[in-house]
């Protein structure tokens, strides 16, 4: 079974920076879709940035929302099925529980935020951002 687990995430002052890591074990796919998603208090989850890979070839697709363009960035670590979302220029606004999460296998349509394919989440990571 496929196994996410997140770290990271704590409490910084705004325009501080995070690191967050996702290893997703268990993973044999020759594509991965893994993907960051936040849950503001009171709010409905939201897409934050996603990776797709093909690993034989190396092709890397990315996805990210209006709100992080230009402050975050997610990228493959050097593990298989890892990945991290490096996060700049934090804001208030950013405050919110962070969850990883894989894809099942079969997946092969490119970085996305749809729920759908996102079959197995991580417990979450605290990000607190204060002004």
């Known amino acids: 079974q496929v196994h996410v687990v997140e770290s990271g995430g704590g409490s910084v002052q705004a325009g501080g920076s995070l690191r967050l890591s996702c290893t997703a074990s268990?993973?044999?796919?020759?594509?991965?879709?893994m993907g960051w998603f936040r849950q503001l208090p009171g709010k409905e989850r939201e897409g934050v940035a996603a990776l797709y890979t093909l690993r034989r070839t190396g092709y890397v697709s990315t996805k990210y929302a209006d709100f992080v363009k230009g402050r975050f960035t997610i990228s493959q670590d050097n593990a298989e099925n890892t990945v991290t979302l490096q996060m700049n220029s934090l804001q208030p606004g950013d405050t919110a529980t962070y969850y990883c999460?894989?894809?099942?296998?079969?997946?092969?349509?490119?970085?996305?935020?749809?729920?759908?394919?996102?079959?197995?989440w991580g417990q979450g990571v605290q990000v607190t951002v204060s002004s």
């Open positions: 268990g993973v044999t796919d020759s594509s991965a879709l």
């Open positions: 999460a894989a894809s099942g296998s079969g997946y092969g349509q490119g970085a996305t935020f749809r729920p759908a394919p996102y079959l197995y």
